[in-house]
């Protein structure tokens, strides 16, 4: 099965040796969010993508969704303009997954594989941010994946921010009140960021590599962490798309 993802940078998602546009196999490396799905979709799979099967993982950057999106803008049928459905402060989402689902289904034709494509982007926000502007962008990343045509495009938006959930997990006691952590800001700058407290509960900032070594040694418990409505999200829309490819 493959799995095709697209991040913001290497400690979420992960990122390209060489800063590359797209990459597969030991030319990616994985931050912890790719693990983090990884192990999800190893609860299905009764292996990992990652570790076993790393010639199935494609990486695309945002610089290659850019790519792809000036192709799509070519045709003048694909312009997006903002309106009621694609918000101006929604619409990059919307293209994002745009690209990245018309990628994937060529991904998958020349593979002659099925997988899932899995959008990453932080909600980020403060307090201060208007109601629903998550909720907003989500449906944005839906309705994108859904205008490329793919059908296992899955939104990847965590609220405020990845270490949020990461958070949940990394925080004394860990799993509890984990709702409470959508509410942190994502203003890094912040005192009561999300990214501040998690450095906090590791006793410093972590690299990509120590956080993905520590989801190795700790796998995310995906079920306590429910409790945040954006991962239940995320791992609902995983599951289901995952059901598709093996039924």
Known sequence: MLLILSGEGPTDIGTCEMARRSCTGENFLPGP???????ILGDRLGYSILNETPLLVNYISEAGLTERERIL???????????????????????????????????????????????????????????????KKWISIKRGF??????????MLPKPKSEAWLLCAAKNPPYQNCADLEGLSGNDSSPNSAKSKLDTAFGGHQSREDLCNWLEETPFDSLQARSMPSF?????????AVADVLH
């Open 146 to 155: 859904q205008r490329s045509g793919y059908p296992r495009g899955v939104p």
């Open 232 to 240: 239940m999200a995320f791992y609902d829309r995983l599951v289901e």
């Open 33 to 39: 969010m790719a693990v983090l799905a990884d192990q």
């Open 73 to 135: 803008k070519q045709n003048p049928r694909s312009v997006v303009l903002p309106g009621k459905k694609n918000a101006r402060e929604t619409a990059y989402f919307y293209r994002n997954a745009w690209a990245l689902g018309e990628i994937a289904t060529e991904i998958e034709q020349e593979s002659q594989d099925s997988g899932v494509a899995v959008l990453f982007r932080d909600c980020d926000g403060t307090r201060s941010t208007k109601n629903g502007i998550w909720a």
